[in-house]
Protein backbone atom coordinates (compact mmCIF):
# COMPACT_ATOMS: atom_id res chain seq x y z
CA UNK A 1 0.00 0.00 0.00
CA UNK A 2 2.80 2.41 0.94
CA UNK A 3 4.30 1.58 -2.95
CA UNK A 4 0.67 2.35 -4.16
CA UNK A 5 0.71 5.89 -2.44
CA UNK A 6 3.57 6.76 -3.35
CA UNK A 7 2.95 6.14 -7.04
CA UNK A 8 -0.22 7.96 -6.90
CA UNK A 9 0.66 10.59 -4.40
CA UNK A 10 3.95 11.68 -4.71
CA UNK A 11 4.59 15.47 -4.38
CA UNK A 12 7.16 15.32 -7.65
CA UNK A 13 4.43 13.72 -9.79
CA UNK A 14 1.85 16.23 -8.18
CA UNK A 15 3.31 19.38 -8.86
CA UNK A 16 3.86 18.25 -12.38
CA UNK A 17 0.37 17.37 -12.61
CA UNK A 18 -0.89 20.60 -15.06
CA UNK A 19 -2.35 23.74 -13.96
CA UNK A 20 -4.66 24.84 -10.90
CA UNK A 21 -4.78 24.90 -7.62
CA UNK A 22 -3.41 21.78 -5.68
CA UNK A 23 -6.83 20.08 -5.03
CA UNK A 24 -7.65 20.11 -8.50
CA UNK A 25 -4.67 18.54 -9.29
CA UNK A 26 -4.94 15.87 -6.75
CA UNK A 27 -8.63 15.15 -7.88
CA UNK A 28 -7.08 14.63 -11.56
CA UNK A 29 -4.28 12.20 -10.23
CA UNK A 30 -6.94 10.06 -8.41
CA UNK A 31 -9.62 10.02 -10.90
CA UNK A 32 -6.20 9.23 -13.79
CA UNK A 33 -5.23 6.00 -10.94
CA UNK A 34 -8.98 4.91 -11.55
CA UNK A 35 -9.25 5.11 -15.37
CA UNK A 36 -5.80 3.13 -15.75
CA UNK A 37 -7.08 1.03 -12.99
CA UNK A 38 -4.18 1.27 -10.46
CA UNK A 39 -7.50 1.61 -7.94
CA UNK A 40 -10.43 -0.55 -9.23
CA UNK A 41 -13.90 -1.04 -8.04
CA UNK A 42 -14.31 -1.45 -4.77
CA UNK A 43 -11.12 -0.19 -3.32
CA UNK A 44 -10.55 1.42 -0.14
CA UNK A 45 -8.98 4.64 -0.49
CA UNK A 46 -6.59 5.54 2.48
CA UNK A 47 -7.26 7.98 5.02
CA UNK A 48 -7.20 11.44 4.13
CA UNK A 49 -4.55 11.97 6.45
CA UNK A 50 -2.10 9.53 5.14
CA UNK A 51 -3.58 11.10 1.43
CA UNK A 52 -2.01 14.16 3.10
CA UNK A 53 1.36 13.08 4.24
CA UNK A 54 2.05 11.48 1.08
CA UNK A 55 1.22 14.23 -0.89
CA UNK A 56 2.80 16.64 1.08
CA UNK A 57 -0.55 18.73 1.35
CA UNK A 58 -3.61 20.29 3.81
CA UNK A 59 -6.10 17.46 4.85
CA UNK A 60 -8.32 20.35 3.49
CA UNK A 61 -6.49 20.27 -0.18
CA UNK A 62 -7.44 16.27 0.17
CA UNK A 63 -11.22 16.50 1.28
CA UNK A 64 -11.60 18.97 -1.68
CA UNK A 65 -10.47 16.65 -3.82
CA UNK A 66 -12.10 13.99 -2.39
CA UNK A 67 -15.59 15.81 -2.83
CA UNK A 68 -15.42 16.28 -6.08
CA UNK A 69 -15.01 12.64 -7.05
CA UNK A 70 -17.51 12.02 -5.36
CA UNK A 71 -19.72 14.62 -6.27
CA UNK A 72 -19.12 12.99 -9.81
CA UNK A 73 -19.92 9.83 -9.02
CA UNK A 74 -16.23 8.37 -9.20
CA UNK A 75 -15.72 7.61 -5.24
CA UNK A 76 -18.55 6.56 -2.89
CA UNK A 77 -18.61 7.47 0.52
CA UNK A 78 -19.97 4.69 2.99
CA UNK A 79 -20.42 6.02 6.92
CA UNK A 80 -17.97 4.50 8.85
CA UNK A 81 -16.13 2.69 6.64
CA UNK A 82 -14.39 5.27 4.44
CA UNK A 83 -14.40 6.25 1.18
CA UNK A 84 -14.11 3.82 -2.12
CA UNK A 85 -13.85 4.03 -5.24
CA UNK A 86 -17.47 3.36 -7.16
CA UNK A 87 -18.93 1.44 -9.60
CA UNK A 88 -18.96 2.05 -12.94
CA UNK A 89 -22.82 3.00 -13.27
CA UNK A 90 -24.34 0.92 -16.89
CA UNK A 91 -27.78 2.96 -17.96
CA UNK A 92 -31.05 1.20 -18.53
CA UNK A 93 -33.52 2.46 -20.85
CA UNK A 94 -36.93 1.63 -20.26
CA UNK A 95 -40.25 2.38 -23.03
CA UNK A 96 -42.76 3.79 -21.75
CA UNK A 97 -45.25 2.05 -24.07
CA UNK A 98 -45.59 -0.82 -22.30
CA UNK A 99 -46.67 -1.65 -18.28
CA UNK A 100 -44.21 -4.35 -17.13
CA UNK A 101 -42.67 -5.38 -13.63
CA UNK A 102 -39.52 -4.76 -13.02
CA UNK A 103 -38.49 -8.02 -12.73
CA UNK A 104 -39.73 -8.89 -16.14
CA UNK A 105 -38.14 -5.71 -17.47
CA UNK A 106 -34.58 -6.57 -16.17
CA UNK A 107 -34.95 -10.52 -17.58
CA UNK A 108 -35.52 -8.93 -21.00
CA UNK A 109 -32.22 -7.16 -20.81
CA UNK A 110 -30.43 -10.44 -19.76
CA UNK A 111 -30.00 -8.78 -16.44
CA UNK A 112 -30.60 -10.80 -12.87
CA UNK A 113 -32.91 -8.53 -11.41
CA UNK A 114 -33.34 -9.14 -7.05
CA UNK A 115 -34.85 -6.89 -4.23
CA UNK A 116 -33.91 -6.02 -0.92
CA UNK A 117 -37.02 -5.90 1.01
CA UNK A 118 -37.38 -3.16 3.30
CA UNK A 119 -41.00 -3.30 4.60
CA UNK A 120 -43.83 -5.78 4.14
CA UNK A 121 -47.72 -4.82 5.77
CA UNK A 122 -50.85 -4.68 6.16
CA UNK A 123 -52.34 -0.72 7.65
CA UNK A 124 -54.97 1.32 7.24
CA UNK A 125 -54.66 3.48 4.50
CA UNK A 126 -53.80 6.95 4.22
CA UNK A 127 -55.79 9.81 2.84
CA UNK A 128 -53.77 9.72 -0.35
CA UNK A 129 -54.57 5.53 -0.76
CA UNK A 130 -57.57 5.78 0.05
CA UNK A 131 -58.51 8.29 -2.59
CA UNK A 132 -56.14 6.51 -4.89
CA UNK A 133 -57.33 3.33 -4.49
CA UNK A 134 -61.33 3.96 -3.90
CA UNK A 135 -60.93 2.42 -0.20
CA UNK A 136 -62.96 3.25 2.72
CA UNK A 137 -61.35 4.47 6.33
CA UNK A 138 -62.21 1.03 7.48
CA UNK A 139 -60.59 -1.14 4.92
CA UNK A 140 -56.84 -2.45 5.39
CA UNK A 141 -54.34 -1.72 2.24
CA UNK A 142 -50.96 -3.70 2.22
CA UNK A 143 -47.84 -2.08 1.67
CA UNK A 144 -44.08 -2.95 0.09
CA UNK A 145 -41.26 -1.18 -0.09
CA UNK A 146 -38.24 -2.29 -1.35
CA UNK A 147 -34.33 -1.51 -3.03
CA UNK A 148 -34.69 -2.98 -6.54
CA UNK A 149 -31.24 -3.80 -7.52
CA UNK A 150 -30.18 -5.14 -10.89
CA UNK A 151 -26.59 -7.09 -11.28
CA UNK A 152 -26.10 -5.83 -8.40
CA UNK A 153 -25.95 -1.73 -8.92
CA UNK A 154 -29.42 -0.69 -6.99
CA UNK A 155 -31.17 1.24 -9.33
CA UNK A 156 -34.49 1.92 -7.51
CA UNK A 157 -36.42 2.47 -4.50
CA UNK A 158 -40.34 1.49 -4.74
CA UNK A 159 -43.42 1.90 -2.42
CA UNK A 160 -45.92 -0.06 -3.42
CA UNK A 161 -49.53 0.10 -1.73
CA UNK A 162 -52.43 -2.40 -2.81
CA UNK A 163 -56.11 -3.05 -2.00
CA UNK A 164 -55.93 -5.45 0.91
CA UNK A 165 -59.23 -7.18 -1.22
CA UNK A 166 -56.87 -8.14 -3.92
CA UNK A 167 -53.41 -8.28 -1.83
CA UNK A 168 -54.45 -9.86 1.68
CA UNK A 169 -51.45 -11.29 2.50
CA UNK A 170 -48.10 -9.02 1.38
CA UNK A 171 -45.77 -11.60 2.88
CA UNK A 172 -46.88 -13.97 -0.49
CA UNK A 173 -44.79 -11.55 -2.81
CA UNK A 174 -41.63 -13.07 -2.97
CA UNK A 175 -40.08 -11.82 -6.28
CA UNK A 176 -42.54 -10.11 -8.24
CA UNK A 177 -45.91 -8.05 -7.32
CA UNK A 178 -47.38 -8.49 -10.69
CA UNK A 179 -46.85 -12.09 -10.98
CA UNK A 180 -48.44 -12.30 -7.37
CA UNK A 181 -51.44 -10.14 -8.53
CA UNK A 182 -51.95 -12.48 -11.86
CA UNK A 183 -52.24 -15.18 -9.43
CA UNK A 184 -55.14 -13.83 -8.19
CA UNK A 185 -56.26 -12.84 -11.16
CA UNK A 186 -56.20 -8.59 -10.66
CA UNK A 187 -52.90 -8.12 -12.80
CA UNK A 188 -53.15 -4.50 -14.03
CA UNK A 189 -54.14 -3.99 -17.51
CA UNK A 190 -53.13 -0.18 -17.53
CA UNK A 191 -51.46 2.66 -15.41
CA UNK A 192 -50.82 6.71 -15.80
CA UNK A 193 -47.45 7.51 -14.63
CA UNK A 194 -45.78 10.87 -13.16
CA UNK A 195 -42.20 11.92 -13.66
CA UNK A 196 -40.72 14.35 -11.85
CA UNK A 197 -37.51 15.67 -11.28
CA UNK A 198 -36.03 15.69 -7.82
CA UNK A 199 -32.71 15.47 -5.60
CA UNK A 200 -31.76 12.57 -3.04
CA UNK A 201 -32.49 12.66 0.50
CA UNK A 202 -29.57 11.24 2.79
CA UNK A 203 -31.82 7.90 3.47
CA UNK A 204 -32.48 7.30 0.13
CA UNK A 205 -28.70 8.40 -1.17
CA UNK A 206 -27.42 6.07 1.24
CA UNK A 207 -29.54 2.75 -0.04
CA UNK A 208 -28.71 3.77 -3.73
CA UNK A 209 -24.88 4.12 -3.43
CA UNK A 210 -24.89 7.69 -5.03
CA UNK A 211 -24.02 11.22 -3.13
CA UNK A 212 -26.65 13.23 -1.05
CA UNK A 213 -28.44 15.34 -3.96
CA UNK A 214 -28.06 13.43 -6.62
CA UNK A 215 -30.38 13.98 -9.19
CA UNK A 216 -33.31 11.27 -9.29
CA UNK A 217 -36.32 10.73 -10.58
CA UNK A 218 -39.57 10.61 -8.94
CA UNK A 219 -42.65 8.35 -10.49
CA UNK A 220 -45.91 8.28 -9.10
CA UNK A 221 -47.87 4.95 -10.78
CA UNK A 222 -51.66 4.23 -10.56
CA UNK A 223 -52.31 1.05 -12.25
CA UNK A 224 -55.55 -0.22 -13.51
CA UNK A 225 -57.55 -3.21 -14.18
CA UNK A 226 -60.00 -3.69 -16.90
CA UNK A 227 -63.14 -2.45 -15.17
CA UNK A 228 -61.04 0.88 -14.46
CA UNK A 229 -60.84 -0.25 -10.82
CA UNK A 230 -57.44 1.07 -8.89
CA UNK A 231 -55.35 -1.88 -8.02
CA UNK A 232 -51.72 -0.41 -7.37
CA UNK A 233 -50.34 2.95 -6.39
CA UNK A 234 -46.37 2.72 -6.83
CA UNK A 235 -44.17 5.93 -5.79
CA UNK A 236 -40.47 4.78 -6.82
CA UNK A 237 -37.37 6.33 -6.86
CA UNK A 238 -34.95 5.86 -9.59
CA UNK A 239 -31.19 6.77 -9.84
CA UNK A 240 -31.09 9.96 -12.43
CA UNK A 241 -27.31 8.46 -13.35
CA UNK A 242 -28.26 4.84 -14.15
CA UNK A 243 -32.23 4.65 -16.08
CA UNK A 244 -33.16 6.46 -19.06
CA UNK A 245 -37.42 6.75 -19.91
CA UNK A 246 -38.03 6.77 -23.31
CA UNK A 247 -41.50 7.33 -24.82
CA UNK A 248 -42.42 7.05 -28.58
CA UNK A 249 -44.51 9.38 -30.53
CA UNK A 250 -46.63 9.63 -33.38
CA UNK A 251 -47.53 12.94 -34.76
CA UNK A 252 -51.38 13.16 -36.12
CA UNK A 253 -53.00 13.55 -39.10
CA UNK A 254 -53.69 17.49 -39.44
Not at 50 to 71: C, G, H, P, Y
Not at 81 to 97: D, I, W
Not at 165 to 176: C, G, R
Amino acid sequence: MTEDLSAIFSPERLSGGGTGPLYVKLRRRLEEAVKVGRLKHGDALPPERDIAEFAAVSRVTVRKAIDDLVAEGILVRRHGSGTFVAKPVSKVEQRLSQLTSFTEDMARRGMTARSEWLHKGIHTPSPDEMMILGLAADTRVSRLSRLRIADDQPLAIEHASVSGEFLPDPSAVTTSLYAELEKRQVRPVRAVQRISATNMKEADAGLLGVPVGAAGLSIERISYLGSGRAVEFTRSLYRGDAYDFVAELTIGAN
